[in-house]
């Protein structure tokens, strides 16, 4: 996909979490999205082509692999010198980043899992993305390692986040301290497991 499509979806996507903003509601239109991204809604329908009546997943996916990229961009630079941290402790700073990149969008995150049914879908698909995420957090973080090891501990981290994104978006309060106690703890959890497995050297 070259660049010009790739601004053009970004600008839907943004478009598209600004009409839930809005209107509380995750039935948007072509017409809303046309004009909310002044774009033109033959050029909305050509990206759009392959979701013809559900956009939730297509824009989810968008905006959660550009947050994660940010992500992993702000925290390469913060550990670039860093050899005081812990491997713990810069995963740990990776996942509290990730859901601070959430915050802004945690009102249409609630919107797009109100029901049991949007939950799950929305809930899978993060947890696709999120296995990147971890795979790559992990890549920056840790020395090469062994591959189904490393399989291991990205599955690890999509449970702890998981957990923690339900939590998250039960959560009524504006600050972060009770999403960053709760990823600490089952981080913590996580990693006294694997101590005791061997798949994580103390």
Do not use: H
Request: aromatic residues 10%; hydrophobic residues 40%.
């Amino acid at each position: 996909m070259n660049l010009d499509n790739e601004n053009l979806e970004w600008k839907l996507c943004e478009a598209y979490f600004s009409i839930l903003d809005k209107n509380m509601t995750s039935l948007v239109s072509l017409d809303q999205l046309s004009l909310e991204a002044k774009i033109s809604k033959d050029e909305v329908e050509k990206i759009l082509s392959n979701n013809p009546t559900d956009y939730k997943i297509f824009f989810l996916k968008i905006l959660i692999s550009k947050l994660d990229r940010e992500v992993l961009t702000e925290l390469k630079a913060d550990i670039f010198d860093d050899n005081i941290s812990t491997s713990y402790d810069k995963i740990l700073e990776g996942l509290i980043l990730r859901f601070e990149k959430y915050v802004k969008y945690k009102g249409s995150f609630k919107i797009l899992s109100k029901n049991s049914k949007q939950k799950i879908r929305v809930f899978l698909n993060v947890f696709k993305e999120n296995y990147n995420f971890s795979s790559n957090l992990l890549t920056l973080i840790e020395d090469e390692q062994n591959c189904g090891i490393k399989t291991l501990k990205c599955l690890a981290l999509n449970a702890v986040f998981t957990k923690c994104l339900d939590l998250f978006l039960k959560d009524e309060n504006k600050d972060m301290e009770g999403v960053m106690r709760d990823l600490d703890k089952y981080l913590s959890d996580v990693k006294d497991l694997g101590i005791f497995v061997g798949i994580i050297k103390d």
